[in-house]
């Protein structure tokens, strides 16, 4: 049984930062394309960020480039998404999911970036 | 980028009856096309992926069809856990990919 649970959201100021972890199990992280999903309130499905199962390939969406950092921790099985210079724009519920189809997804965690 | 426009934005239909949902991409994605269920508070769920396969525990009356820039998903005949928000995502540009706008199946 696949289980991917995120954890780290919260609400930040404008500028902060957050790191989101996703903890894995039935699954191991470094033998898996492994990527980051957003979705704002409300609204549709955008694709973060992306890291290959050698950790070799690493890919970021333009809106988070230079601002977002993808890792993992072979140890913990765990995804990680270290955000800074947080935007309000970057609101939304953030999850972990297996690539390339998204075959298993995590419950998500909410990020709120607001003064 | 890839641009997946999903149509019609709204799908307002009765239990029983069938429902057929369009995904249309800006070029060519090849077979590269899944679709997607997501439920309020939920996570989504993969349905179909490489444009027609049936995910692992899909119910037979969802078929996905299409290749190149056209693609439909059908539900033969709705359920009442069958309405929800449909979305489809495109991988030909591989590690990157996009999502469309997604489809409201509503019950009429």
């Known amino acids: 049984q696949v289980q991917l649970v995120e954890s780290g959201g919260g609400l930040v100021q404008p500028g902060g930062s957050l790191r989101l972890s996703c903890a894995a199990s039935?699954?191991?992280?470094?033998?898996?394309?492994m990527t980051w999903v957003r979705q704002a309130p409300g609204k549709g499905l955008e694709w973060v960020s992306y890291?290959?199962?050698?950790?070799?390939?690493?890919l970021y969406a333009d809106s988070v480039k230079g601002r977002f950092t993808i890792s993992r921790d072979n140890a913990k099985n765990s995804l990680y998404l270290q955000m800074n210079s947080l935007r309000a724009e970057d609101t939304a519920v953030y999850y972990c999911?297996?690539?390339?189809?998204?075959?298993?997804w995590g419950q998500g965690t909410l990020v709120t970036v607001s003064s | 980028e890839i641009v997946l426009t999903q149509s019609p934005v709204t799908l307002s239909l009765s239990p029983g009856e069938r429902a057929t949902l369009s995904c249309r991409a800006s070029?060519?994605?090849?077979?590269?096309l899944a679709w997607y269920q997501q439920k309020p508070g939920q996570a989504p769920r993969l349905l179909i992926y490489?444009?027609?396969n049936r995910a692992t525990g899909i119910p037979a009356r969802f078929s996905g069809s299409g290749s190149g820039t056209d693609f439909t998903l059908t539900i033969s005949r709705l359920e009442p856990e069958d309405f929800a928000v449909y979305y489809c995502?495109?991988?030909?540009?591989?590690?990157?990919?996009?999502f469309g706008g997604g489809t409201k199946v509503e019950i009429k």
């Open positions: 039935g699954l191991t992280v470094s033998s898996n394309y």
């Open positions: 995502q495109q991988r030909n540009n591989w590690p990157s990919f996009t």
């Open positions: 999911a297996r690539a390339r189809w998204l075959n298993y």
């Open positions: 890291i290959s199962s050698s950790g070799g390939s690493i």
């Open positions: 070029q060519s994605v090849s077979s590269y």
């Open positions: 490489d444009a027609s």
